[in-house]
């Protein structure tokens, strides 16, 4: 049935334990159905599995390949921290990973201009993509797209994209972050306030999104599903649209550009963090006594 659950993906929550994103096969068919129209191969490519299973983005680099004839090969655990020679020795074409790894080989001279000729699509997720981190990759990628995708766990992997291209390394962007875009044709995406009302087209509001890639809410949490996969007053359907707690807003183009989260929640390498779930085991491990965990940037502003 499509209502079946494929996965569940466990979350970070903010009480120390995780959430279960009830994932159906109708979700993952949408979202493999979406990808197919973004990225064309001829059976024989070969795609790089960069994330481990427990992270979401490992749904793409696994199913991707599998259906349209790709070979899927996996980055040696000694090699990811910096994959620059990986993706040359394997002649990779499709390349996906979160921001940080393509930060650190920027960092260690590892992007050297056309390093990567054999790279055809460059999709980045899970995190924010700095401007000059995308600068370099295309410099080091000259035959590739470089592509920024949004999408939390609960939309099913990637719900909207952005092509970064040349001309765009000049514009100046909200906090120097390449725009998250705007959705899949089959879905919604609005920002809204507090009451769950459409912001102004010139706000700043947390993003909502709709239509088949939206799960059918958490394993056995009634009351967190409900707090988030909600009906929207601007909506006269019944579609179900997730509040995300990312804030976001429109520019000049009517592309959504990534703000910040509305609550304590953090990214690190493309993995949400529950600053609470920090510090309730914290709180736990030194009997009682109160703990509080605060993130801190480094140089690059990630």
Not at 79 to 102: G, H, M
Not at 131 to 138: E, F, H
Not at 161 to 184: L, Q, W
Not at 192 to 199: A, G, Q, R, S, T
Request: hydrophobic content about 35%; overall charge negative; aromatic content about 10%.
């Amino acid at each position: 049935p499509a209502d079946e659950n494929v996965y569940i993906m466990f979350t970070s929550g903010s009480t120390g334990t995780p959430k279960g994103v009830q994932v159906t096969r109708k979700n993952l068919q949408s979202f493999l159905n979406n990808m197919m129209e973004f990225i064309d191969f001829e059976p024989g490519y070969i795609s790089a599995q960069v994330h481990d299973l427990s992270f979401d983005f490992s749904v793409f680099q696994v199913f991707f390949p599998m259906i349209t004839g790709g070979t899927n090969c996996v980055v040696p655990e000694e090699e990811k921290f910096c994959p620059s020679d990986f993706i040359i020795r394997e002649e990779i074409n499709l390349w996906s990973s979160v921001p940080t790894i393509a930060e650190m080989m920027n960092k260690l001279s590892a992007l050297e201009a056309a390093s990567f000729p054999s790279l055809k699509y460059s999709i980045f997720c899970g995190e924010p993509l700095h401007q000059k981190t995308a600068d370099a990759w295309m410099l080091a990628a000259p035959n590739s797209t470089v592509e920024n995708y949004y999408g939390p766990t609960e939309t099913t992997v990637f719900v909207s994209r952005y092509v970064y291209m040349e001309t765009d390394s000049a514009r100046k962007f909200h906090n120097n972050i390449v725009p998250i875009g705007k959705p899949f044709t089959d879905h919604q995406m609005v920002l809204i306030d507090e009451e769950n009302k459409v912001v102004g087209k010139k706000e700043v509001g947390e993003i909502a999104i709709s239509g088949s890639q939206v799960a059918k809410g958490y394993l056995n949490e009634p009351e967190k599903t409900q707090s988030v996969f909600v009906y929207m007053p601007c909506d006269s359907s019944d579609s179900i649209w997730y509040k995300t707690g990312d804030l976001a807003k429109y520019n000049e183009s009517g592309n959504l550009e990534y703000v910040s989260r509305k609550d304590n929640q953090i990214k690190f390498a493309g993995r949400r963090i529950e600053i609470g779930e920090i510090e309730s085991i914290l709180r736990g491990k030194i009997k009682g006594e109160d703990a509080v965990v605060v993130p801190h940037r480094d140089d690059s502003g990630i």
